[in-house]
């Protein structure tokens, strides 16, 4: 009798434990990704290339052109590695460039993205990685 009770409280136990997006095989688990879904993108076919989409459009309509002394534009490129947090908000972890005022934008504008739907792993909220480059 115990040890029917025994493997009942282990069937339960690993039933309870069970979770979307997560496939077991054999001793191999896999876990599906989802990336950020932007707002306006949720009905989209091709998720991702809506977000590219999204993405390049917001650069385009948000970017602002520095200028020198001299009143010419400032060129250059800095390259933004920000993540997409649990909550959908974008947090830039670091810039490269060497252009303080044009890193100083390329933050500003990755800062300025909407929230969005958060990507996820195995069905729970999780950070999701970029890096993107800008040429100013």
Same mark, same amino acid.
């Given at each position: ?13 690993? !039933? !309870?434990?069970?979770?979307? +997006?997560? !496939? ?16 306006? $993108?949720?009905?989209? !076919? +091709?998720?991702?290339? $809506? ?17 020198? +002394? ?29 252009? %303080? ?13 909407? %929230?969005? #739907? %958060? ?13 993107? %480059?800008? #040429?100013?």
């Amino acid at each position: 009798m115990k040890k029917l009770l025994i493997i009942a409280l282990m069937l339960t136990g690993m !039933s !309870s434990f069970a979770q979307e +997006d997560v !496939s077991v095989k054999g001793n191999k688990v896999t876990m599906k990704e989802t990336a950020p879904v932007w707002k306006g $993108c949720e009905d989209s !076919s +091709d998720k991702k290339a $809506c977000f590219n989409k999204m993405l390049s459009q917001h650069i385009k309509e948000n970017i602002k052109y520095s200028k020198n +002394d001299k009143g010419e534009y400032i060129r250059g490129k800095a390259t933004v590695s920000m993540e997409v947090n649990e909550e959908g908000k974008v947090v830039v972890n670091e810039v490269k460039g060497k252009s %303080p005022v044009l890193n100083k934008e390329a933050k500003r504008l990755m800062e300025s993205i909407p %929230p969005m #739907t %958060p990507g996820k792993l195995g069905g729970k909220p999780r950070a999701i990685k970029y890096t993107i %480059p800008l #040429t100013f």
